[in-house]
Every structure is written in structure tokens, then in C-alpha cells.
């Protein structure tokens, strides 16, 4: 039974904005990272990657690397446990085994460029990196295909001979579609056959990186009692425990992971790449401890992208504005194995909308590139840019005001999504009332910065869906009324200080009395990854159980000081009290300070596996201003407008909004994996993978709308990833608006600028 | 009786039916019952007696935590999805 809370506006902490309790640690430098782990003994490890997209290996001779001095172990993909073709749960989502283990390194055939092949350990990065040259590997180059197009043409190379790919059910060989998939429900045709107006169009969209700033690290010990320890950087150390022990074939008790401070993820560090590399020339080397960091071309090259894919929208609408059907289908890239988040993209492609009739289909299409992982509301992205260009297309067709559409069409409680599911209640109305009520909507676009430039505006809405998951919680009382909390959740974007001040609400105190500490697997109950924004929500939850349990315990103490019967006591505002007799009270410090006259120490737990945190909706507002002589495009003003339930921390909430809308802006306008016809990424660098900086980009302003989501104590909802959705339709319709012409790929950069108006004869 | 919306790709067991109406007081006593009414069902959504990876089933507004021990009210609606979590 889900238990549901009526929403309270009187809150303590909740609400207010604390210093974090790890700034000081971040800001002077003290916070450790995996660069900064130093181990007696600590070799390094340097991997040997593919420079083709596509080809067989025929030989990898490591001879010349043992043989030198300082070089510990080597290893090819031949050492990495064989695993059976069967789809299991790993912890980062269901996961093909064999093709989990052939991704960490391949044994017989590269299906990407960077793919691991080999790996060595020596006493030094540059030892290793020399040894790792002296590696031969002999290639026999295949034909490759890196898009959704190629990739399913009828002459397309076959990427995976053992992939049996699901056709709605049936099975296909000797294919490059992993699944094709499909949600229906409502007469789809009939409701077309209603419409007065009906618009269907095709977008394309190029891979992209999360470019989070610090790559990829592991350091792993496999000591001499078949224990591995690895210290990391990852969304969640429980799932790299079940990864790098399934791959391993070990069991997960044997391994003990230590989550370090993690330098961004946006969803790309939930996979691992290089822990059971580590570990096995752990091994190899006879127990002594061995680092990897990738250097940023590998992270480009051989870690998870977002997919670009191939989408198509239709819609129909009837003259007085209702939408009545919708149809997509959506191909977006899986990579070198199966796995992209189109399943996600389906379920968030229509939830914006209330329509009757829908048709989804999703296809996985394996292509010659990195296997694509998470990337903030993996999915949804590529469907919003999709429907909510659509959308604003329909409304110019049809004359319709595209703000009252959307009012009109707006998803609500009871509103099917487009996989079926009935939404409970949620927000979608109540953002866009917020977004007309704001300054920007209401304020003039303003005049160009100088003659000839063009400004336009554009607005687009997206949704996710918010986990829950598994998550725990330990606190212990100090005798001064501090607590220690300990969690097992990375802290990404400021959830030490989300979680406790959900703890220090509950106990009456203030959130700086709540100290977090971030622990291994050994440490703490089962966790699930800091990702699918749900850990404010889910940890957040197992700290307000952990509290209440506390306060239960502090109660009988209080109880027994008072030789009253528990009943009898009650709690409010930090303050235990009598009931009955007004003079008995006795503060949460003070009653901490009486721990060992009434029976020691107080520490409690809180777990919880919950249902999804209940969706939530953004609405973006977008004004640029271009040059049409050059394609150059500044956005000059930029408002989030999101539904977050209950901001706990409003200014970490601000900042998710902040930095969500920073990355689909950066993938609408300047981002892509550039590829050559080798099938080789050729601008892996952050000199060439151009991302926007400060510099780029006008303050971006936010607006908190907080429906509460009953399901929560506080009301959370979730946060991080809704605000990557609305950018790249809102930079579409933004680019329409100043120019008149539409793009209908990403980037839409100063070159498809430049091609769309030449072809508009502008 | 709980309302199941059928996937797709089973709908072809259900004599192209979207929606099926089966008794089951849990959701692995629902299954069961689907099983037996349409035979295939199961092997679409279970592995090892569990749910299968990667999928979910959706009892009311969200995916359950509780897999087949799910508790089912009369007019629940059931869907099988792809399980999905985030980044």
C-alpha cells in the first residue's frame, strides 16, 4: 500500500537554503576524486583501444609490452570471463552479459572506435602508455555504419551476427535492429479521419556526450583472499558492485566499492568501463592496487553517449484546437550493443498532451558507435524536440496561438500517457499558468543589438517521469544532538544537503546538525544510482523513516526520564513534552545529552523501495537573436519554468534548472559527434566538441511551481532531468520565430542556419 | 477483475483484443490467469518466475516494486512497459 501525505506549508528547513555541508571541502580543494586516490605499491593502467569503428580482431600479440621492466600485467579481452547470451538485471537497467563483458573489452570483434582490446599495468601512467604502443593488434577492417539509416538499409553491414533482433514480436536475424516496439491505444486512424488539420514531419538528431568535467577513473584491488576493493567515480556504487561482479562472475559480497566525489555524470557514470579492467590486472599483478583514468578522447570515444536517432511526428487537430491522434516513430542509436533509451522516449514522446488516440513505435538500431548510456531524462530529449516542434509547426498551419494550445491540450490528472498509463496528479497545467504569469512571457522580446540581426522566441514544454527505487539510510545521535547521517546516494548536485535537511525537518533541528557522510557498499543498506532524479526523492524518503524512527526512540527516553507512560509524550518544534503536565519538556539536544543515563546509544535506519516520484513537467522560454549573414545565434533572455513537487533546497533546485537548460541548449545549438566516413568521431576533444560556457549563455532565470507530489512526505517530485528536455524544440521554435524557416536537425548550427535560409531564398 | 492493457507484440494471442479483463488477486495470480486464457503470455513477461529484466508492470499509475506478491484491487489497471530509471 502506497501510504499518501497532505501537503504542510509551516516547515523549519525544509524550504530554506543551508550552506552545503561539503562546500568548504569542494571550494579548497580537500574533497578527494579518483585522480587524487594514492595506494603502497599503486601500478598504472593504460588501455589499448580500437582506431577502427568496425572490424575483426585477428591477433593481438603482448610480447613485447610483458617484457619490459616496470610492466606488472597484461591483458586482452581473452581474460575477461565468457558469459552466456541471457539478459539480466545489472542495476544500470536490464543487460545482455555477454554483451556487457565484450563492451569492457573486446575478445574477437570491435563494434566502435575506442573499443577496448587490451590493457596493461606498470609502476607509472607513462611506462604503461609506452607498454600499451608496444601492443600489436592485427584488424581486418569491416564496412561500418554509424546512423540509424545505414544501419537498416537493406546492404548494411551486420554488426552483431548473434543478435536476434524483436520485430513487434517477431524474430529477425542478421539485422541491426535490436527491438521495434509499439504503444497504441484509441482509434488512431479515426481520430486522423476527425482532424481538420494534420502536420507530419522528420527530425534527425546527432549523438552527444554528457561532457561532464571529470572522465572516467577506477582503482581496484583483488587481494589474495578473492576480495576486490574499487574506489571510483559513479552514480552509484551498488550498481557498479552488480556490474563489475556480474562481469566478473563473482559474487557481489566479495566486492566492496567506495563511491569518490564525483566531477558530474548527468546519467554517463552509471555504466562501467574500466573497474573490471582494473581489477583483473589487479590480479594479474599479484594483488597490488591499479588506476585507470580515461583521457577525454576515450571518454568521447569509448564511454555512453546520448543516442541521435531518427524521429517522425504526425499530428491532427480539430478547427476549435483539440488535438485527436498522434503518431511517432522514433529510431534513435543504440550504439555497438543494444540498449537505447527509446522504451523512455516512448513513454515521454506525448505526455505533455491529453489525446485520444496514440501510436508509438520505438526502434533500438545497433550503429558503429560508443554504447549509448543515460544522459538527463535519457529519451525524452530527442522525443520533445520532435513533438514540440511539431506542435508549433501544427499551430502555425492551423493559426492557433501556440501558449493556448498547449493550455488546451495540457495533460492533467487522469490523462493517459502515451504508453497508457493514466497519470496521477501532476502539474502540467499549473506550469504553463506559471509561465504566462512570468516576466518574460509578458515582457517585449526587444530590439535586435544591431540592424539586420533577428530575435525570435520560442516555447516548449517536456516531461519525465521521476524513479524511485531502492535507498537507505543510517543515523546516529552525538550526546551534543548532532547527527550523522550516512547514505549510500553520490552526492551530484547537493543531495547531502537535501537528504538532511529531510532528516532535520522531522527531528526539529537545523540542517548544519545533520552531518552526511557518503560510504562504500560495506557501509550502508542497498542504494540505487543517484540518477533518474530520484534521490532527493527516494534517499530523502528513507531519511524522514530514519528521523520518525529516532524521535520514536528519543520518545520512550523521554518517557522514561519522566516516569511517564510513552503515550504520554509528545513531540513538536524540537521539543519532547509531557501531555499531560506542561512542565515537563525537554529539548532534541538536551535529551541527546541524557543518551547514556537511559540506554545508550540511538541509531536507527530507513529503507525504502518506491514506485516512480510521480512526473513532472517544464515549460521553457526561449528568445535569441541571429545574425542571418553569418548563422551566429545568442540566446539573450532564458526562463525554467518547472513543476518540482516540494523544492527542498530551492537553491539546488535553481541550479539543476540552470544547468539542465545550459546542456540542451548546448545540444541544440553546437553539439554533435562529427563522424568521418571511417567511422571515426573526429572532434573528441573540448576544443572541437564545442559545449557552451558562461560566456555563452544570459543568466537563466527560474520559476518554481510546487504541485506536491502526494506520495512523499514533503511532496518531492524530482528535478534533474526535466529541464534537458524543453531546450532543443525551444531553440527550434525560437529559430523559426526570428527567421521563418524551421530546422529539422540537430545542431542547429551557423551552418544549418545558413543552408536553411539559402534554401528559403533568403 | 483487473483491466490489462496487452502489449503490442501480444495482442496476437488475444485475438488482436488491447484490452483483457482477468481475475488475479495478485499480479502473479494474474499472470497466471492470463496464461492459462492465453497461452504465450507469460513467457512474454516472466524469467526465472520473476518479472523479466527490463520490463515493468505498471499496477495503477506506477511500475510495482513488488513484482508478482503485487496486490491487486478489482479495477486496477495493469500494463507491461520497458523499465527504464534515468540518468
Not at chain 1, 362 to 389: I, L, T
Not at chain 1, 641 to 655: C, L, M, N, R, T
Not at chain 2, 58 to 85: I, M, N, W, Y
Request: aromatic share 6%; with cysteine.
Amino acid at each position: 500500500m502506497v501510504s499518501t501525505f497532505e501537503p504542510k506549508s509551516d516547515y523549519k528547513v525544509i524550504g530554506t537554503r543551508p550552506i552545503r555541508h561539503d562546500g568548504l571541502d569542494k571550494v579548497t580543494g580537500r574533497a578527494v576524486y579518483g585522480a587524487d586516490i594514492k595506494l603502497p605499491g599503486l601500478l598504472w593502467a593504460v588501455v589499448v583501444r580500437s582506431p577502427h569503428a568496425h572490424a575483426l580482431v585477428k591477433s593481438v600479440d603482448t610480447s613485447a609490452a610483458e617484457a619490459m621492466d616496470g610492466v606488472y600485467a597484461v591483458m586482452t579481452g581473452a581474460d575477461i570471463p565468457k558469459h552466456d547470451d541471457k539478459v539480466v538485471d545489472l542495476g544500470e537497467g536490464a543487460t545482455n552479459l555477454k554483451w556487457a563483458a565484450d563492451n569492457i573489452m573486446a575478445d574477437e570483434k570491435v563494434v566502435y572506435q575506442g573499443h577496448a582490446v587490451a590493457a596493461v599495468a606498470a609502476t607509472d601512467r607513462y611506462l604503461a602508455e609506452v607498454a600499451a604502443d608496444a601492443i600489436k593488434v592485427e584488424y581486418e577492417v569491416l564496412p561500418n555504419a554509424t546512423n540509424v539509416r545505414d544501419a537498416l538499409a537493406p546492404d548494411a553491414p551486420v554488426i552483431l551476427e548473434d543478435l536476434v533482433g524483436d520485430d513487434l514480436g517477431e524474430e529477425v536475424r542478421n539485422t541491426n535492429m535490436a527491438s521495434h516496439f509499439r504503444h497504441e491505444f484509441g482509434d488512431v486512424e479515426g481520430g486522423f479521419a476527425k482532424a481538420d488539420h494534420v502536420l507530419e514531419r522528420e527530425y534527425s538528431m546527432q549523438m552527444v556526450h554528457q561532457g561532464y568535467i571529470e572522465p572516467h577513473n577506477a582503482t581496484a584491488i583483488w587481494d589474495q583472499e578473492d576480495r576486490i576493493k574499487i574506489w571510483t567515480s559513479t552514480q552509484g556504487a551498488f550498481p557498479v558492485r552488480t556490474q563489475t561482479a556480474g562481469i566478473l562472475q563473482m559474487p557481489e559480497s566479495r566486492l566492496k566499492v567506495t563511491p569518490l566525489e564525483i566531477g558530474g555524470g548527468f546519467g554517463g557514470k552509471i555504466p562501467i568501463y574500466l573497474e573490471p579492467i582494473c581489477a583483473i590486472l589487479s590480479k594479474k599483478s599479484g594483488g597490488r592496487p591499479v588506476k585507470g583514468i580515461m583521457e577525454r578522447k576515450s571518454v568521447f570515444e569509448a564511454s555512453g553517449p546520448a543516442p541521435g536517432g531518427v524521429l517522425t511526428v504526425k499530428l491532427g487537430a480539430t478547427n476549435d484546437g483539440k488535438l485527436v491522434a498522434a503518431e511517432t516513430d522514433m529510431k534513435l542509436e543504440a550504439g555497438g550493443y543494444p540498449g537505447a533509451a527509446v522504451g523512455a522516449a516512448a513513454m515521454c514522446v506525448f505526455s505533455c498532451y491529453d489525446i485520444p488516440n496514440t501510436r508509438i513505435d520505438g526502434w533500438d538500431v545497433v550503429v558503429n558507435k560508443p554504447k549509448s548510456a543515460a544522459y538527463r531524462a535519457p529519451g525524452s530529449p530527442q522525443a520533445a524536440y520532435a513533438m514540440e516542434s511539431a506542435v508549433d509547426e501544427l499551430c502555425e498551419q492551423a493559426g492557433f496561438d501556440k501558449m493556448q494550445f498547449r493550455v488546451d491540450n495540457a495533460a492533467k490528472e487522469g490523462t493517459r500517457r502515451g504508453d497508457g498509463v493514466i497519470f496521477p496528479r501532476i502539474g502540467m497545467e499549473e506550469v504553463l499558468e506559471a509561465t504566462k504569469a512570468t516576466d518574460h512571457w509578458k515582457s517585449d522580446i526587444g530590439e535586435p543589438s544591431k540592424p539586420g540581426n533577428k530575435r525570435g522566441r520560442g516555447i516548449a514544454s517536456g516531461y519525465w517521469f521521476n524513479v524511485g527505487l531502492k535507498s537507505s539510510v543510517n543515523l546516529a545521535l552525538n550526546n551534543d544532538g548532532t547527527v550523522e547521517l550516512v547514505e549510500g546516494s553520490t552526492d551530484i548536485g547537493g543531495t547531502r544537503a537535501s537528504i538532511s535537511m529531510q532528516a532535520a525537518e522531522v527531528l526539529g533541528i537545523a540542517a548544519e546538525d545533520v552531518r552526511p557522510t557518503v560510504v562504500d557498499t560495506d557501509t550502508v543498506g542497498y542504494t540505487d544510482v543517484t540518477g533518474g532524479s530520484r534521490t532527493t526523492y527516494a534517499t530523502g524518503y528513507a531519511a524522514w523513516k530514519a528521523a520518525n524512527s529516532m524521535v520514536e526512540e528519543l520518545t520512550k527516553r523521554a518517557a522514561l526520564l519522566w516516569d511517564i507512560d510513552e503515550d504520554g509524550v509528545q513531540f513538536e518544534d524540537g521539543v519532547f513534552s509531557s501531555k499531560a503536565d506542561s512542565e515537563l519538556q525537554i529539548s532534541f539536544k538536551d535529551l541527546a545529552g541524557k543518551l547514556n543515563d537511559t540506554g545508550g546509544p540511538v541509531n536507527t535506519t530507513g529503507s525504502v523501495d518506491l514506485e516512480a516520484a510521480g512526473g513532472a513537467f517544464g515549460t521553457h522560454i526561449c528568445d535569441l537573436e541571429i545574425d542571418p549573414d553569418t548563422g551566429k545565434t545568442d540566446v539573450v533572455r532564458y526562463t525554467v519554468i518547472q513543476d518540482v513537487g516540494k523544492a527542498i533546497h530551492p537553491s539546488y533546485v535553481e541550479g539543476q534548472l540552470q544547468g539542465g537548460a545550459a546542456q540542451g541548449i548546448g545540444w541544440a545549438l553546437n553539439e554533435e559527434y562529427f563522424m568521418n566516413d571511417a567511422g571515426s568521431m573526429t572532434n573528441s576533444s573540448y576544443l572541437d566538441y564545442r559545449m557552451p560556457t558562461s560566456l555563452d549563455l544570459p543568466e537563466i532565470e527560474t520559476e518554481i511551481v510546487e504541485v506536491p507530489n502526494p506520495i512523499h512526505p514533503f511532496g518531492v517530485r524530482g528535478v534533474g532531468e526535466v529541464p534537458i528536455c524543453p531546450p532543443i524544440p525551444a531553440v527550434a521554435n525560437a529559430i523559426e520565430d526570428a527567421l521563418g524557416v524551421r530546422i529539422y536537425e540537430t545542431p542547429m548550427n551557423a551552418g544549418r542556419i545558413i543552408a536553411a535560409l539559402e534554401e528559403n531564398g533568403d | 477483475m483487473a483491466k490489462v492493457f496487452v502489449p503490442y507484440n501480444l495482442r496476437k494471442l488475444t485475438d488482436g483484443q488491447a484490452e483483457v479483463v482477468v481475475p488475479g488477486e495478485t499480479l502473479g495470480k494474474l499472470i497466471e490467469n492470463l496464461e492459462s486464457q492465453y497461452p504465450g503470455f507469460e513467457e512474454f513477461v516472466l524469467q526465472d518466475g520473476r518479472l523479466k529484466p527490463g520490463l515493468a508492470a505498471v499496477c495503477g499509475h506506477a511500475a510495482t516494486r513488488q513484482g508478482l506478491l503485487q496486490k491487486l484491487d478489482e479495477d486496477t489497471e495493469v500494463h507491461f512497459v520497458p523499465a527504464v530509471s534515468g540518468g
